[in-house]
């Protein structure tokens, strides 16, 4: 549910057709870079649903790896 809009906005963006481990573990990084230091904690690992970061975060994520590993095209973002 974190993940799903953000790997299919970064697949969209890079005009990548399939998606690749590689994609998946960037969007796993970013998603656990949205949660700060300060926030982390025993019952905070993952960020809320409701962050308004996670979904941007995982689809930057997902496009660049795309990108870099041959996968997509840089796109520009509407």
Request: hydrophobic letters at 50%; glycine letters at 10%.
């Amino acid at each position: 549910m974190l993940a799903f809009p953000g790997v299919f906005r970064g697949l969209l963006d890079a005009q990548g057709r399939a998606v690749t481990d590689e994609m998946l573990i960037a969007a796993a990084r970013a998603l656990a870079g949205v949660v700060s230091a300060s926030e982390l904690g025993p019952h905070y690992i993952i960020p809320s649903v409701f962050n308004p970061e996670v979904s941007s975060a995982v689809a930057a994520a997902v496009r660049d790896a795309a990108v870099r590993n041959g996968g997509g095209h840089p796109a520009r973002r509407s």
